[in-house]
Nanobody, 123 residues
Framework: QVQLVESGGDLVQAGGSLRLSCAASGSIFRINAMGWYRQAPGKQRELVATITSSFSTNYADSVKGRFSISRDNAKNTVYLQMNSLKPEDTAVYYC?????????????????WGQGTQVTVSS
């Protein structure tokens, strides 16, 4: 069974920083792209940043220059460093990963989501 577990969410003042972590565990053969999404109250879930297995990154325009995504393949972990936080960054942040594993002897790639971690930025 593959799981993604996020940590690092907190209440922080505007202008502050947070670092989110997401660790994948279970019978993993390969992790392809990993990413972070967020969902604010009353809004749809949106992409924040993604990183491929070869470390190519992509960011939403709203976070470019403030957020940085990275990964440690040895630890099956993806990070999101968030600087210069704004009240509009307040949301539940979800980790996402495309993971290849063997299921009953067959290799399959599936997309997994973490349970989410709350980030609240006060003004």
């Amino acid at each position: 069974q593959v799981q993604l577990v996020e940590s690092g969410g907190d209440l922080v003042q505007a202008g502050g920083s947070l670092r989110l972590s997401c660790a994948a565990s279970g019978s993993i053969f390969r992790i392809n792209a990993m990413g972070w999404y967020r969902q604010a109250p009353g809004k749809q879930r949106e992409l924040v940043a993604t990183i491929t297995s070869s470390f190519s990154t992509n960011y939403a325009d709203s976070v470019k220059g403030r957020f940085s995504i990275s990964r440690d393949n040895a630890k099956n972990t993806v990070y999101l460093q968030m600087n210069s936080l704004k009240p509009e960054d307040t949301a539940v942040y979800y980790c996402n990963a495309d993971i290849g594993a063997y299921y009953s002897g067959s290799y399959k790639t599936r997309t997994y989501w973490g349970q989410g971690t709350q980030v609240t930025v006060s003004s």
